[in-house]
T-cell receptor
Framework: EDQVTQSPEALRLQEGESSSLNCSYTVSGLRGLFWYRQDPGKGPEFLFTLYSAGEEKEKERLKATLTKKESFLHITAPKPEDSATYLCAVQGRGLAGNNRKLIWGLGTSLAVNP | DTEVTQTPKHLVMGMTNKKSLKCEQHMGHRAMYWYKQKAKKPPELMFVYSYEKLSINESVPSRFSPECPNSSLLNLHLHALQPEDSALYLC?????????????FGPGTRLTVL
């Protein structure tokens, strides 16, 4: 069964204190892994799509990496405005229909204190 | 431009009311999605439209009725809802669902059923 597990569930950092969020997955043939940021009461904001092991993508203070079993979202020198829930989702190859929908993790709630 | 718009932002309705949620995108995407999200949970897929045709219905109760009038618009008609249907309703769009493509989300409609 396809599954996504994110850790930690919650993380509190001081401003400037770098850290990483983890997304472990099991899926029948990875088609893509997605990272989103979500602020309370708002829709998820797209961050990155990763397609194959070894791939890395960066955006400002964020860097996403992918292996065959997991993905990391590295946050370098975070600021209070980086506080949000970070969601990971995967899409497997499977067959047409429901197997192509996103499988979501429960998210990591990040709080960055000034 | 990666914008998906949703109206209204907030909606309060009684269990006997009929209301509609609206979603619009102008990115030329040919797949559109409705999600339901409860607090501290990831988005839960409800419906997928591909090329204006309903392609996935995740066994959603008939009190939720989707409609895709054209490639840019997506509606969700609500009737005889229950208090447990209160949630954040999210619309998303992507280029084509048969590829590993990225879903872009709207800001959501916060629905409260009294």
């Amino acid at each position: 069964e396809d599954q996504v597990t994110q850790s930690p569930e919650a993380l509190r950092l001081q401003e400037g204190e770098s850290s990483s969020l983890n997304c472990s997955y099991t899926v029948s043939g990875l088609r893509g892994l997605f990272w989103y940021r979500q602020d309370p009461g708002k829709g998820p904001e797209f961050l990155f799509t990763l397609y194959s092991a070894g791939e890395e993508k960066e955006k400002e203070r964020l860097k996403a990496t992918l292996t065959k079993k997991e993905s990391f979202l590295h946050i370098t020198a975070p600021k209070p405005e980086d506080s949000a829930t970070y969601l990971c989702a995967v899409q497997g190859r499977g067959l047409a229909g429901n197997n192509r929908k996103l499988i979501w993790g429960l998210g990591t709630s990040l709080a960055v204190n000034p | 431009d990666t914008e998906v718009t949703q109206t209204p932002k907030h909606l309060v309705m009684g269990m006997t009311n009929k209301k509609s949620l609206k979603c619009e995108q102008h990115m030329g995407h040919r797949a559109m999605y409705w999600y339901k999200q409860k607090a501290k949970k990831p988005p839960e897929l409800m419906f997928v439209y591909s090329y204006e045709k309903l392609s996935i219905n995740e066994s959603v109760p008939s009190r939720f009725s989707p409609e895709c009038p054209n490639s840019s618009l997506l509606n969700l008609h609500l009737h005889a809802l229950q208090p447990e249907d209160s949630a954040l309703y999210l619309c998303a769009s992507s280029q084509v669902i048969s590829l590993p493509d990225t879903q872009y989300f709207g800001p959501g409609t916060r629905l409260t059923v009294l």
